[in-house]
């Protein structure tokens, strides 16, 4: 059984007669039905009823038909596929986005290159804190969304992204939030810290602005810092777009703390300066450029 012979199948088909099929595949009409024979002799399976005036198939040939389609268009992928990739099209781009950071916008953007090429297989990953710059420096990434702390700005190219506010918070019901008053060091010690762990291979490393001498529970990500908080059973900094539901409800509450204001954070889109970026990787930079 050849990808030739299905064809001449599906031609047989959707032009209704052998004579149709031969013009289509600028074939001989004696070719089509030589061909068509040698398919159902292989298979053992007679695909088309010859009684009538125009070819009909058979019960059997009926289910053949819908296999055959199915593979005809993977077969026609498959070829765009190779086309793509001959045509400088990467095999796979690596996105990594640091876990304050929203999705959604980096998502839409990809969305929009993938249906531009097909081919390429987009990976994407969630990292906190040095995880993002190490996979880039580590050459796996092309692309990070992170802030440049740790980043040896001489080996990168790096633009501003977008801005990224982490605000300390707790659940309405948590001690320090039944107050507005500011909170010291000291009075925050007795209540337990939620932490996000670093996800670079450094170590099970906690994140920043750990309160010195606290109390403290390390999670891996924001998603279960997150159930934490809301059960009442700490408190923490959280990127405040993951939280704004909670906030305007007045579940969760701003805390009043010493030396932990709200941070602005500034995240950047960073890449190589010493790797050549591919046709997809190029396009996606460029489309984070112009957002």
């Known amino acids: ?58 019960p059997e040939g009926e289910v053949f038909y819908r296999q055959a389609t199915r593979v005809m268009q993977q077969m026609q992928h498959l070829g765009n596929m190779a086309k793509n990739l001959s045509a400088g099209q990467e095999a796979e781009v690596f996105l990594a986005v640091t876990a304050t950071f929203p999705l959604k916008p980096v998502l839409d953007i990809v969305g929009t290159v993938r249906a531009a090429y097909p081919a390429t297989h987009i990976r994407l990953a969630r990292e906190s804190m040095g995880g993002p710059i190490e996979q880039l420096l580590r050459h796996d990434a092309d692309i990070i969304i992170a802030t440049m702390d ?22 309405r ?16 010690q007795s209540y337990t810290q939620i932490v996000v762990a670093d996800s670079s291979s450094g170590g099970f490393v906690q994140s920043r602005g750990l309160l010195p001498g606290g109390l403290r529970w390390t999670v891996s990500d924001f998603a279960a810092k ?32 010493e030396g932990y204001q709200p941070l602005r954070s500034q995240v950047f889109q960073i890449r190589r300066r010493d790797r050549q970026a591919g046709t997809v990787a190029q396009c996606i930079w460029e489309k984070l450029l112009a957002r």
């Open 150 to 171: 740790g980043v040896p700005v001489e080996q990168v190219e790096a633009t501003p992204f977008a801005e990224v506010t982490i605000m300390p918070v707790a659940h």
């Open 1 to 58: 059984m050849t990808y030739e012979q299905l064809i001449v199948l599906h031609a047989i088909v959707t032009e209704g007669t052998f004579r149709g099929a031969a013009e289509k595949l600028h074939k001989s009409q004696s070719a089509i039905s030589h061909m068509l024979k040698k398919l159902e002799t292989e298979i053992d399976v007679p695909l088309l009823s010859r009684a009538a005036y125009r070819p009909k198939l058979t």
């Open 173 to 188: 019901d948590y001690e320090p939030a039944r107050s507005a008053h500011m909170k010291t060091i000291s009075e925050m």
């Open 226 to 257: 997150k159930e934490i908080l809301l059960a009442g059973m700490g408190w923490g900094g959280i990127p405040t777009h993951m939280i704004e539901q909670e906030l305007e409800s007045g579940e969760l509450v701003p805390l009043n703390m």
